[in-house]
């Protein structure tokens, strides 16, 4: 047990897990790993570049309530297999759906909900997908071709004790994704420790481009902004072949902003 985080944090995360039905699909020569809770309409949750499931851990149970939450690890993420290379968005979004197909056998009316790198994947399974698809919900993605802000990122040295490893995991949070350094929790910091050293897809590169523009045919519903200096962001919402865009205000910053398309 570590001695720099509290025995709460680990067995939440572990107990989340215990509760969930574990699934494996074909990913490459090996498999992709999937969570599964609930019973009711099939939700699929994917998660952000360099994590996994637990992005949605504290979502899965709540959720769970209404749907079946399938949360995978995606190709490459987490504990899911490297995918055959070369690595495009199209195939591993392939992937995933041949993994859908199986973790919900009577496919159709899917509600999917990608949070970064998830919502721009997301875009292509949709599209893959078709009118199996009920919804398409993206949260905090890129990939709508908006202009990026450097991000700062502090890399893991080598032989890292386990104090310069959570350092550099609240340091790239406070980076990429929580703009408001006292909503860094112990379990935020402890999920991104856990999770980006396991990434092997280079996922920057497909939310450098205009994916979800280009399956926009099948629209995300809304786009939530939580980037730290959103005031020189713009958040997105995508319906059919109508963008619109406007900025988002500096004191919503560091909480989901989801707007319903009218």
Not at 131 to 140: C, E, K, L
């Amino acid at each position: 047990m570590s001695s720099l985080l509290s025995e709460n944090t680990v067995a939440f995360v572990k107990g989340v897990a215990a509760e969930a039905r574990r699934v494996e699909t074909r990913c490459g020569n090996g498999h992709m790993v999937w969570h599964v809770w609930g019973d009711g309409p099939p939700l699929a949750l994917l998660h952000g570049g360099y994590g996994s499931w637990t992005h949605w851990i504290r979502n899965v149970i709540p959720l769970s309530r209404s749907f079946t939450v399938a949360a995978p690890d995606l190709p490459g993420l987490g504990e899911s297999a490297t995918p055959p290379e070369p690595h495009t968005a199209e195939g591993l979004a392939r992937i995933v759906v041949e993994g859908l197909e199986l973790v919900f056998p009577e496919l159709g009316g899917l509600h999917i909900a990608g949070f970064s790198f998830g919502g721009v994947l997301g875009g292509h399974v949709a599209a893959q997908l078709g009118d199996r698809v009920r919804a398409f919900t993206i949260v905090g993605s890129n990939g709508l071709g908006l202009v990026r802000q450097p991000t700062a990122l502090r890399r893991l040295p080598d032989n890292a004790s386990e104090a310069e490893a959570l350092a550099v995991a609240r340091h790239n949070l406070a980076a990429l994704m929580i703009a408001d350094p006292a909503k860094i929790d112990e379990l935020a910091v402890y999920i991104q420790a856990q999770n980006a050293p396991r990434g092997r897809v280079k996922s920057r590169k497909f939310s450098r481009a205009n994916r979800l523009m280009d399956n926009s045919a099948t629209p995300p519903s809304a786009l939530s902004c939580s980037r730290k200096g959103c005031e020189r962001r713009s958040w997105v919402s995508v319906c059919s072949s109508t963008v619109s865009t406007e900025t988002c205000p500096e004191e919503s910053c560091g909480s989901s902003i989801n707007r319903p398309i009218q």
